[in-house]
């Protein structure tokens, strides 16, 4: 256990050392978060409410990049650097590698949801009851797992610029079309029917619902197992190959 925990905390001091995941996965979604509510108009007809809706929008922009990207570019470059290499002469299991980075991507998506919610707070008022943001919070956390899978796919490319280039197109690819930046009913119908099916909005649908005062849709729980299952069995697929080779 101790192990863990020096592997977890070690995750996240690296993080927290990356101006890179400081800017995609807190400045930019705040930035967004104050373009769509302060300064452009959006002829919402309940202000309050769509500002408690794109608040959770950012913050679920922010943990799914930070999970797509920042886990799935870092799990690359230990491989081509040789870090994994290295690790697998030292007594540090794979299960404790993992587990280090699954732990230390939790609590930096924790310590992301805390300033976001903040954010919306101070710049928008954003008043919810203690059950709503501590169920949005939790419901972002454990919604947050299909991606950090899907990060780790990323995780078995052999290359830094191509998981790089992935990464960021799957990236927003999921926010816009899964409704992040806009709402679904404004799309296309065809898009729509598209991204109703991703995880991305799925994932947001969650959050939405308990800001409205409802509970996640039970269809919504099961598109984000579903992904995470796939998502899972495809990266252990890949390693089980990448190793035999």
């Not at 104050?34 to 959006?42: A, C, D, E, N, P």
């Not at 886990?71 to 030292?90: A, C, M, N």
């Not at 799925?202 to 509970?215: H, K, L, P, T």
Request: proline share 3%; glycine share 8%.
């Amino acid at each position: 256990m101790s192990t863990l925990l020096v592997q977890s905390r070690m995750e996240m001091l690296r993080m927290f050392r990356n101006v890179y995941f400081i800017f995609w996965s807190l400045m930019m979604p705040v930035i967004f978060y104050v373009l769509y509510t302060r300064i452009f108009t959006t002829d919402a007809v309940d202000a309050e409410q769509w500002n408690a809706h794109y608040l959770m929008s950012m913050t679920c922009f922010s943990v799914m990049g930070s999970s797509i990207m920042t886990l799935g570019i870092r799990l690359v470059q230990e491989r081509v650097h040789g870090w994994v290499s290295y690790l697998r002469v030292t007594p540090l299991s794979d299960v404790i590698y993992f587990g280090g980075k699954m732990v230390g991507q939790t609590t930096v998506h924790l310590f992301s949801i805390i300033v976001i919610f903040t954010a919306g707070y101070l710049i928008n008022g954003v008043s919810l009851s203690a059950l709503q943001w501590v169920g949005c919070a939790l419901w972002i956390l454990a919604g947050s797992l299909p991606f950090l899978a899907l990060g780790t796919c990323i995780g078995t490319l052999r290359k830094v610029d191509t998981a790089s280039g992935l990464s960021n197109a799957l990236y927003l690819s999921l926010a816009l079309l899964g409704g992040m930046w806009m709402p679904l009913d404004i799309m296309p119908s065809w898009l729509g029917q598209i991204g109703s099916w991703l995880p991305s909005n799925s994932f947001g649908n969650g959050a939405w619902a308990i800001v409205s005062g409802n509970v996640p849709a039970f269809r919504d729980i099961l598109i984000l197992t579903a992904y995470l299952i796939v998502f899972m069995l495809i990266s252990t697929y890949i390693r089980s190959k990448q190793k035999e080779a």
